[in-house]
Nanobody, 127 residues
Framework: QLQLVESGGGLVQPGGSLRLSCTAS????????IGWFRQAPGKEREGVSC????????TYADSVKGRFTISRDNAKNTMYLQMSSLNPEDTAVYYC????????????????????WGQGTQVTVSS
């Protein structure tokens, strides 16, 4: 079974940046679309960004457009979420997830579509 492990979370001041990583093991990520989701205390899990198998298609939630960038390095079996201009509303546990698919150039930000999840990494934006 595909295993995902996130890293890179932490405490950052408003306006700062963080880069989250998600490394897969046991199977190659080549056949998976990848997504990042987050869940803040008392709120439902929401989609942040996703990237297709080919990397040619990406999707972002409106709340992070222009501030976050998703990428993947299949040779390293790792994907990334570069986050900048962080604000307190970005505080949440961030999860990476993988969706096995035959579609090369599309991804979806629907949590129920994703079968494999990491354990999450905490991101706290506070002064």
């Amino acid at each position: 079974q595909l295993q995902l492990v996130e890293s890179g979370g932490g405490l950052v001041q408003p306006g700062g940046s963080l880069r989250l990583s998600c490394t897969a093991s046991r199977f190659t990520l080549d056949y998976y679309a990848i997504g990042w989701f987050r869940q803040a205390p008392g709120k439902e899990r929401e989609g942040v960004s996703c990237i297709s198998r080919s990397s040619r298609s990406t999707t972002y939630a409106d709340s992070v457009k222009g501030r976050f960038t998703i990428s993947r390095d299949n040779a390293k079996n790792t994907m990334y979420l570069q986050m900048s201009s962080l604000n307190p509303e970005d505080t949440a546990v961030y999860y990476c997830a993988a969706l096995i698919t035959t579609v090369q150039d599309m991804c979806v930000l629907k949590a129920h579509e994703y079968s494999y999840w990491g354990q999450g990494t905490q991101v706290t934006v506070s002064s």
